[in-house]
């Protein structure tokens, strides 16, 4: 009878290695060289990079906030997993540092083998996009904790970079300038407000067409247009990550370019947004309009179409554009550093 | 107006800043050496110590599971963090590492500030006690998706060992001895039967005061025994780790010994524990008794009073159990291994 009083708890073991057995084998598709040990182990292993001078770790945690819930709705958790590590990865790469290594998080209240091993999946597409090993990670299930049918998904990253290549305020100097990266939709951030705005307010479900402009053929229905995947900015500037001329990078997340672009700025230093140098995606209009939520608090909550920021120097700015946007990552003169403090938005 | 619309959407983002503010106090109370950055960097950085001949990063993650729930029916979320770093640290001692920094993950429908602090109270502490520096982290507000008053907490943590003194399976030989070192009670395991034996079988709250042999005086009520912090065996074994004689060690988390003593012996070897050797508290009987587990489903759901488990040569054994008694660590010989394979509990 061993497991059958756990189970009458609410736990089920056997449902746990299911899909650990399925798990693996998308693991095993994220091996990198410096991978030492097979998921199950207590603590992944991985071998640290030889010949680096002084290397600095860098790691960040983040979740998939809300969006985990349009991704119930639409009855697909494959892809918020990719979300998440794109996310991650981005907040490494402001500072200089490529991937090393992911784990994950996943809880819930009973555990579904297919939900989780398609939120695995997306992990798994995540590292594998990003030449970044998914070393471990923990399945937690929860029973009364979560409501059936919910999944938390939380990830961490670490990655690492030479301690002279590190970006950040201090090599920013006025007149640099400010080049923008687009963003694939909301990426992971203002979920709450735009499900309030496009389910409450506008009464659409997650298989309705979105209601714009029929010029946007981006996307064909709500649950398409939120659950596009947050991009990764690892291919666009890996070549730049050794130029001295790259001096800042501002992953636009929570916050918009309001809050994240002064994080990147020295004190004394702020920024000038040309605002009329790049068209948001429909869906942030309709938004905007059905919520009649402020211009303000639009680029406060959500990225406005821009994902990164780039802080280069003026003179390298013209060959850092064209060498962007002959790789295809559709760059574009976002603005400039000036004096002052804050974000300002021009015409 | 800005942040009007978002806070109807149920997100207060000036609830997660005051939070962060009293957050980073306790930050910086786990600082060491290698840590370069302050909180609210887009991520963590870490100067890789220096010195190192082959060094292995050992990488873990983990969650308290619904010892979570006990928290709050205590109304005390400050010592689960401590839990969590302690159980990761755990994690990646088993294979010879020492932890460099942690980084945790804190989930809620609404923020309570204040409950917020108190989970990263407790993962300072334990992050402070195991000279390993809280990085970063991430706190997510997701309103709908927790029931108010719920806390989600989940945790990374990063060590390093050299290649050559990675503890493992391929150390172990025939005739190693076991050696027990005691846990402080349940752990972070097996809270889903525990409650159900405690609460819904018994009817007890949390309260309430233990029901066991007045002999026990370890706890004077159901909430303290069941919120008993996570013990952490850094401090027993750090001097062990550059010794040949230490082979491996087994973190008894879920699956108990049972499951956990096979994942650190080798094909062809398993494992005689010597019941008699040791007596497990009292809670252990009780929820055996009053739930009517058996004996076998005991040992795979909890760690019985034995929290780890050193494998060591067995010509060294001696020394060792009286190097860790000498030193206030409670060791006793657990048992030996033995050709086979699984674990057989002699009398």
Redesign the interface.
Known sequence: ??????R????D?DAQDEALGQVKELVRSTATPGV?SEL?????????PEG?R??????????V??K??VAQLADDYSTVGHDLVNHCVN??L??G?VP??F???V?AGVLAPEKVVQLVQGVAAGCRENGCAL????T?E????YKVG?Y?L?G?I???VE?DA?L?PERVVEGDVLIGLPSSGLHTNGY??A??VLFEVLGLDISSPLPVASGDSLHRNVGEALLSVHRTYLPAVRSLLESPDLHAMA?IT??GLTDNLP?VLPTGLGASVEKGGWRPLPLFDLIQEA????T??MF??FNMGVGMVLVVSSSAAPSILSELGASGHSPWRLGRVRQGSGVDYGA
């Open positions: 009878m061993s497991g059958g009083a756990y009458a708890a609410g736990v073991i030492l199950g182990s207590f603590g992944g292993l991985f071998q640290f680096m002084k290397p600095v770790l860098v790691a960040s945690a983040d979740g906030g809300t985990l819930r907040d490494i402001v500072q540092a090393l290594f784990l994950d998080y809880g070393l471990g990670g923990e937690a929860m029973p009364g904790f919910d938390e939380a961490f670490v990655g690492v301690a590190l950040g709450s407000l499900r309030h992953h929570g916050g994080r919520g009649e939520v402020s303000e608090e406060r909550v």
